[in-house]
């Protein structure tokens, strides 16, 4: 597995993962996947260490804390280091839009001046590949009510895809089959086999939709991890999920 989960519920007050916050994976020092509430099992000097995010959607549960972690980062990053937030143009759009609007919170594109700004946005695409030293991590297109990116992320061998927030589609099994063998994969389960009606339509998955996307795989994934539980369902999820499956 090249992530550490900081954060693993699809929601709040969760209680059967590990990983009990919302998503926030990271893939080093440096480099943040999401900043849900799991970025509270980083300390102050940890925080302080991120540079870069990149972003699989504009939901809350995904992105909550990055205000307030990038007020973190205010003293300590700079024109040299400052941060970069990656993500696709409507995810970028939506955080310019109704986060950093002043109003709920400052622009820190603008901050502490607009020649030297503590952040900047990167738009990026699907296919797109970015290389930090030994790590490289690729996003591709996922199925969800907003436009989501899933990551291929490889280290020494290794390839481990998170599938971020994702439905079940065609179109996903074509983008991780072109991905290649995966070591390990990171599914969401947001829901219980009986709401795959609210699975559907949330554009989420339940044990049985995970099933199915795994069997249309070309190659089966070495190891199949599990995040994004709903918890006010996740008791009625647990028993669903084969014994196999590995829970973040
Ligand atoms: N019809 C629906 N469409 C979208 N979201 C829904 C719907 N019904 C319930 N939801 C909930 O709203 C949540 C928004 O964030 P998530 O996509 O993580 O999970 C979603 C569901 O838990």
Redesign the pocket.
């Known amino acids: 597995m090249n992530l550490t989960f900081l954060g693993a519920s699809?929601?709040l007050g969760g209680s059967v993962t590990a990983n009990n916050g919302s998503t926030c994976v990271q893939v080093a020092d440096d480099i943040l996947i999401d900043v849900g509430t799991g970025i509270t099992a980083l300390n102050l000097p940890q925080m302080q260490k991120i540079r870069h995010v990149f972003l699989t959607h504009s939901?809350?549960?995904h992105i909550c804390c990055l205000p307030m972690l990038l007020g973190n980062l205010f003293n300590v990053a700079n024109t040299e280091h400052p941060v970069t937030v990656y993500g696709s143009h409507d995810t970028l759009e939506a955080i310019r839009e109704h986060v950093f609007n002043w109003v709920v919170w400052p622009d820190m594109r603008e901050l502490p001046s607009k020649e030297k700004p503590l952040l900047r946005l990167q738009e990026i695409e699907a296919g797109e590949v970015f290389q930090f030293g030994d790590i490289t991590l690729e996003p591709f297109k996922t199925y969800?009510?907003v436009p989501t990116l899933g990551f291929a992320v490889r280290r020494t061998g290794r390839q481990t895809v998170f599938v971020a927030?994702s439905g079940y589609a065609q179109s996903v099994v074509a983008n991780l089959n072109a991905l290649g063998p995966i070591d390990d994969i990171i599914l969401e389960c947001?829901f219980p086999n009986e709401l795959e009606t609210?699975a559907n339509?949330?554009?989420?998955l339940t044990p049985a939709l995970c099933e199915k996307l795994l069997s249309e795989l070309a190659v089966q994934p070495l190891n199949i991890w599990i995040n994004?539980l709903?918890p006010d369902v996740e008791q009625q999820i647990i028993p669903q999920l084969p014994s196999a499956w590995k829970l973040l």
């Open positions: 699809g929601g939901h809350s549960d969800h009510t927030d947001s609210v339509q949330s554009c989420h994004h709903k």
